[in-house]
């Protein structure tokens, strides 16, 4: 599975965020590094994700600023 785009629209930290992974390249490795700053959202985004697959807990450590 190719994730194209992913949108954290009320998600811990961020709030209307999309993180846009591009199309895939015609040859060559399928790869995405995700890298920042301390505190920028890498660890929330990846949460996001698996949460997308798996499903959100109803008492997450992510509501602190939006409910669910």
Do not use: C, Q
């Not at 992974?21 to 990846?46: R, Y």
Request: charged share 30%.
């Amino acid at each position: 599975m190719r994730l194209r785009r992913l949108d954290l629209i009320r998600y811990g930290k961020f709030t209307d965020r999309t993180i846009d992974f591009g199309p895939k390249p015609e040859s060559g490795p399928d790869l995405h590094i995700v890298f920042g700053l301390n505190e920028a959202g890498k660890s929330t985004a990846l949460s996001g994700y698996l949460d997308l697959l798996f499903g959100i807990e109803e008492r997450s450590r992510y509501n602190f600023l939006h409910e669910y």
